[in-house]
């Protein structure tokens, strides 16, 4: 994705198989700030991971609330 992106900042990775993981990124697109979440597949041939169409970009202005929901989820449910 760092073709589409004016500036990207990888914030954390989380392993979702041994095919597939979880990137986190601050980014920025003509000025406008998101928190990218979006799942990476692992190109075979190449050995790096590609972004997938699976995940969510969420504007700066949102995120605050995008945390307060996410943190309102019990831990153990």
Known sequence: M??????????GKIAKNNREEIQIKKVE?????????????LDGESGEFR?????VTVAYESF??????????????
């Not at 406008?32 to 799942?39: N, P």
């Not at 972004?51 to 995940?55: L, R, T």
Request: aromatic residues 16%; glycine residues 4%.
């Open 64 to 77: 605050s609330y995008f945390k307060e929901l996410i943190n309102s989820i019990p831990d153990n449910d």
């Open 2 to 11: 760092s073709d589409f992106w004016d500036k990207e900042e990888m914030i």
């Open 29 to 41: 697109k003509k000025g406008k700030k998101y928190v990218d979440v979006r799942v990476f597949w």
């Open 51 to 55: 972004p997938s169409q699976k995940g």
